[in-house]
């Protein structure tokens, strides 16, 4: 069969129709690859639970050890951006590197949402409440064939990921070096709110390329062990959109 590419740009290198380890390296959340079965939404769903349930943990602790030991929620995120990028230009996935992304992910997270929390009580909340109405809003138009993925959306996404994170890292050397810091990140000013905004609306697209991807992957009846990236993918989406929902809303909080 042959292989079928994602849209999807967390997958730039990857598709589906054969196990993304084919050398049969243990799973750490089960021994999919010596189960022949096919994908199915309940093995997304499964693996998607679970990838979040080590997210929250690891945001937890994040959370916890952040006001004593700020540094470790900015090296997590730093960790956290380098795998993804690895992750995302392999050809394979390993469970192990995607669990390992989830627990870094999740610390720098939990940090960063207890400096936004500190500054703004509540926003946290209204953060994942957003971001929960902003999953379901997209799952509605995918089903409903409102929004669908195209090439074009993929680029778009992949463009603005990646303008977005080489903006970030300049804003911290910026910081770094000067104290000050980029306007058009961090600004309450209507063009920094602009640009939250439009940042938020491409991120959420982002849900749109990962339910093709896990739709197609189970038409083509691609293995079980895809069931990671789709999950993989949807923790990449949620994570965005989390963000960007926190910066919009501490933005209209200054």
């Given at each position: 069969m042959a292989e079928l590419r994602s849209s999807n740009p967390?997958?730039?290198?990857?598709?589906?129709?054969?196990?993304?380890d084919p050398t049969g390296a243990p799973d750490p959340l089960g021994d999919l690859y010596t189960d022949p079965g096919r994908l199915s939404i309940d093995d997304v769903v499964v693996h998607t639970f679970g990838l979040f349930a080590v997210t929250a943990a690891a945001g937890a602790v994040g959370w916890a050890i952040?006001?004593?030991?700020?540094?470790?929620?900015f090296a997590a995120g730093l960790g956290a951006l380098g795998l993804s990028l690895f992750i995302a230009f392999r050809n394979a996935l390993r469970p192990a590197l995607i669990v390992v992304f989830a627990l870094l992910e999740g610390l720098f997270v939990g940090a960063i949402s207890r400096y936004y929390e500190n500054a703004y009580h509540g926003i946290v909340l209204q953060a994942l409440l957003g971001t929960g109405l902003v999953f379901v809003t997209m799952l509605g138009a995918y089903r409903l064939r409102i929004l669908r993925a195209t090439p074009r959306m993929a680029r778009v996404v992949f463009g603005t990921l990646m303008g977005v994170v080489a903006l970030g890292l300049v804003d911290l050397v910026v910081r770094v070096t000067t104290g000050s810091q980029l306007p058009i990140i961090n600004s309450g000013s209507t063009l920094g709110i602009i640009f939250s905004v439009v940042v938020l609306a491409v991120a959420s697209l982002q849900f749109i390329l990962d339910f093709d991807y896990i739709e197609r992957a189970i038409a083509a009846g691609a293995p079980r062990s895809d069931a990671w990236r789709a999950a993989y993918g949807l923790l990449v989406g949620f994570v965005w959109v989390y963000l960007e929902l926190l910066r919009l809303l501490g933005k209209l909080r200054q």
């Open positions: 967390v997958f730039r290198r990857g598709g589906f129709g054969a196990p993304a952040a006001p004593g030991m700020p540094g470790v929620g």
